[in-house]
């Protein structure tokens, strides 16, 4: 089974060209569903829905979120069609398997208060206040996943024209930006980075205290810092700033094609599509309906 796993992922990386996340998931997923098989002594292809049903009762029985064993089935169900692709099995035991209902929850969203006095907590006293001040004003101003923004180079930014150019394995949008963050951008660009990074070829736009590319932990400790500086009780991830942006905006007015091609959702699919939008139409929604614009 561990040869097709690999084959399966190298698939999932190759050709389909998921994100690193994504295939991080997966991979997580379908592991311990070979541990479970394994210490069971199922034979994985040849498991039926039965068989798989039951480990879908093991995960419950372990404790496990209903959202975590819908993915884990969905994860299983990609693995098995993946086998009748390449004709290793005959049959999807997963067919005719219902993924568990999830509840749709209502994400957390911080009032406009609520995030001025987050965005208002890096002080530009030392090189770290400066680049977290610019780090959480692009987070806030283009509602960017956090793996986008760490994963974001230099050359991303087009501080003059006032975007950032977005980029993925198959999508790439520009985002318009605010004169406070261009202002918080800049001035970390000019006077921080040069300073923190180690390695002039380092193309990481933002970098931690080695000059190496931050990480999501570190992104995710940040945020968790100044929450508790600002003294917010709400349970502050760095998604709630991508659905503020987006709740924001659309309470001021903006239009909601407008704000699904800005957080890049699956209907702004390629470059192509996205150009059909024009910039300046989306600068100006940009302007008269984001708070910090």
Not at 8 to 30: A, C, G, H, P
Not at 104 to 109: A, F, I, Y
Not at 238 to 265: C, E, W, Y
Request: charged share 25%; proline share 3%.
């Amino acid at each position: 089974m561990e040869k097709q796993i690999k084959q399966f992922l190298d698939f999932l990386q190759n050709e389909k060209r998921v994100s690193n996340n994504t295939l991080q998931s997966y991979s997580r997923d379908i592991h311990q569903y070979e541990s479970y098989v394994s210490q069971n002594k199922i034979n994985y292809a040849k498991a039926d829905a039965q068989k798989i049903t039951d480990y879908l009762k093991h995960l419950q029985d372990m404790g496990k979120k209903t959202s975590t064993i819908s993915r884990s089935l969905a994860s299983i169900r990609s693995f098995y069609q993946y086998l009748v692709r390449v004709k290793k099995i005959k049959h999807d035991p997963t067919e005719n398997i219902q993924s568990p209902k999830v509840e749709k929850r209502v994400p957390c969203v911080l009032t406009s208060e609520e995030v001025e006095n987050l965005l208002s907590q890096p002080k530009d006293v030392d090189l770290k206040g400066t680049r977290d001040k610019a780090m959480l004003e692009v987070a806030y101003a283009t509602g960017m996943r956090v793996t986008e923004i760490i994963s974001l180079n230099v050359d991303d930014v087009n501080i003059e024209q006032g975007f950032i150019t977005c980029s993925s394995a198959t999508k790439q949008r520009n985002i318009p930006l605010g004169s406070i963050s261009i202002a918080a951008l800049n001035e970390y660009v000019k006077e921080a980075r040069p300073i923190m990074i180690k390695d002039e070829n380092e193309k990481a736009l933002f970098v931690n205290v080695n000059g190496k590319r931050l990480t999501r932990q570190g992104f995710w400790k940040i945020v968790k810092f100044y929450k508790e500086q600002a003294h917010i009780t709400k349970d502050i991830t760095p998604h709630v700033l991508r659905h503020s942006f987006a709740t924001h905006l659309l309470q001021n007015g903006a239009d909601l094609k407008a704000i699904q091609t800005m957080l890049g959702h699956s209907d702004i699919s390629s470059t192509q599509v996205y150009m059909q939008f024009q910039d300046s139409g989306l600068r100006d929604i940009y302007k008269r309906t984001h708070p910090r614009a």
